[in-house]
């Protein structure tokens, strides 16, 4: 088993460490790409140092558990961006408590309204058109209003 590690050198860290990347791809989850960076780490200071092979295990145990902050790092960071916008992908949700003009009137409790470059189908109390109305509902493509 000691002429197994004895035998570790830079490109086998190399090889080891974009092994590791490539099973990532096939089974995502994030733990094999930091694995995988340990290894090419060690691969890239062994150029420079040229480490034994006792060396070389701890500096990729010592990078391996290095990972696990850095991954919580940038796993909150990343949590942090997609709640600067909570609505992404779910523009109806957005929409609800703004105030729009009537395009067309409410008849019979449907009407439309223009919001933006689009026109939407919208529920609620008759209104003549150009009144303005306020969202108060959600559902899908339709759009539930009640008087500004």
């Known amino acids: 088993m000691a002429e197994i590690f004895s035998t570790l050198g830079t490109w086998n860290w190399l090889i080891f460490g974009f092994i590791l990347m490539a099973l990532e791809l096939l089974a995502p989850g ?30 990729f145990a010592i990078f391996t ?27 109806t949700e957005a929409l609800i ?7 067309k009137p409410i008849v019979d409790g449907t009407g439309t309204v223009r919001i933006d470059d689009t ?19 959600a559902d899908g493509a339709s759009l539930t209003v009640a008087a500004a």
């Open 97 to 103: 408590g703004r105030e729009f003009t009537l395009e």
């Open 65 to 91: 558990v290095a990972a696990v902050p850095a991954w919580r790092h940038f796993a909150r960071s990343a949590g942090s961006r997609s709640q600067s916008n909570p609505f992404l992908n779910k523009r």
């Open 30 to 59: 994030i733990f094999l790409f930091w694995l995988g960076l340990a290894a090419l780490l060690v691969g890239l200071l062994s150029f420079v140092i040229n480490p034994s092979w006792q060396t070389q295990l701890l500096l």
């Open 119 to 137: 026109i939407w189908r919208v529920a609620g109390p008759d209104a003549p058109a150009g009144s303005r109305v306020k969202v108060v509902q």
